[in-house]
């Protein structure tokens, strides 16, 4: 009797997985338009716009019932890396994206607003990262942990990892970190 309640624990955990199952797939985003520039960093040498693109991904079919979590600062995320290998970002220009992203932390305030369809895309020379906001919400996220995510995905989505690049997908799929090439 228990091993039948093992199973269809496992059975139904099994589901669950992979019903939340992120591909690893780069998103691009179509039809760029620029609306802010700026940059970031002690020294301002990272570049930072507020884009908006023509087919961002959302969650139309979200529940209204479902509780909307403006500040996710601190949220767990998934990470994915892309394959094949084929060349990612150098890590240590993506370091200097996340030394940038410290700096502001320190100087600036810990937390920044995403509002609804304009990603924030940031680039240092061959390393190039953005948030998306994917919800029917503007959200609040902190610069440390972007910094971390930014850190963490350029080190281990490397081709020795047979990768070029990844992302960080919330578990609630209401907002990704993608880390690339420029």
Request: charged fraction near 10%; aromatic fraction near 10%; glycine fraction near 6%.
């Amino acid at each position: 009797m228990k091993f039948l309640a093992l199973i269809a624990a496992l059975s139904t955990f099994a589901v669950g997985v992979s019903a939340t199952a992120i591909p690893s797939t780069p998103f691009v985003c179509e039809n760029e338009k620029v609306l802010s520039t700026y940059t970031i960093g002690k020294n301002n040498e990272v570049e930072a716009q507020v884009v908006s693109c023509s087919n961002l991904p959302g969650l139309a079919s979200r529940s209204v019932a479902q509780k909307r979590q403006t500040n996710v600062c601190g949220n767990t995320c998934n990470t994915n890396c892309f394959t094949p290998s084929g060349g990612g970002p150098n890590p240590y220009d993506c370091q200097v994206i996340a030394d940038a992203l410290l700096y502001d932390n320190q100087n600036i305030g810990t937390l920044f607003n995403i509002t609804v369809g304009t990603p924030i895309f940031m680039q240092y020379a061959t390393c190039e990262t953005f948030f998306v906001n994917q919800a029917t919400y503007n959200q609040t996220y902190c610069r440390n942990d972007w910094s971390s995510v930014v850190e963490y995905v350029a080190f281990n989505c490397q081709s020795q990892q047979n990768a070029h690049g990844g992302n960080c997908v919330a578990s609630d799929q209401s907002w990704f970190i993608q880390v690339q090439t420029a």
